[in-house]
Structure formats: C-alpha cells, structure tokens
C-alpha cells in the first residue's frame, strides 16, 4: 500500500518560514519524480516544485529565491523549505510522486499552511 504522509504545516507570520515533509511508503522512493503542489482558497491546484530522480528542480515563479525542495532517498522523504513567506502562499500543500513507465501517480492528503499575522 503506498502512502505520503505531509507534515509541517501550520500558522507563520508573513516574512517567516516553514519547513514541509513528506514521508512516502510503498514504492521504490528513488525512481520517482516527487513535486509539491499547492491549492489555495478557492482556486485550483498548482504546482510549486519538482525534483527529478536526477535531483533536477523546477520552480514555479511565483516561489523562486523563497522556496527549496529537496529529497533525501535515504529516508523516503521530500522536504520543501519555505522562505520569506507571504499571505498569498496560503494553501493546502500536497506532495505527489509520479513515475513515467509505467506509469504510476500518487498523492498525499495535504497539508495547510497560512500565512497570516
């Protein structure tokens, strides 16, 4: 049974930071292509980073220079370090895993940050 479990989340003041975990299970962490994606209040889902097998990052642009995604195989875990936080990044964060072939696509169950003094 694969499984990602997000953690840290939480309140932060805007200009702090947050440091966002996601522990996955059940698959072959390595191989995948791991993404943080992000669904604020009353918009759709967007992405906010990935990180290759090859540990090649993509950035939205609306969080480069502020947010840092990493990945330790190791432990099965992808981290997103947050930055100088704004309101707008208030959202449910969501950690996906994804393998092109075959083809396999999984989520987490999200977790909330807001950005609010």
């Known amino acids: 049974q694969v499984q990602l479990v997000e953690s840290g989340g939480g309140l932060v003041q805007p200009g702090g930071s947050l440091r966002l975990s996601c522990a996955a299970s059940?698959?072959?962490?390595?191989?995948?292509?791991l993404g943080w994606y992000r669904q604020p209040p009353g918009k759709q889902r967007e992405l906010v980073a990935t990180?290759?097998?090859?540990?090649?990052?993509n950035y939205a642009d609306s969080v480069k220079g502020r947010f840092t995604i990493s990945r330790d195989n190791a432990k099965n875990t992808v981290y997103l370090q947050m930055n100088s936080l704004k309101p707008e990044d208030t959202a449910v964060y969501s950690c996906?895993?994804?393998?092109?072939?075959?083809?396999?696509?999984?989520w987490g169950q999200g977790t909330q940050v807001t950005v609010s003094s």
């Open positions: 996906n895993a994804n393998h092109l072939l075959p083809h396999n696509m999984y």
């Open positions: 059940g698959i072959i962490f390595s191989r995948y292509t």
């Open positions: 990180i290759t097998n090859a540990g090649r990052t």
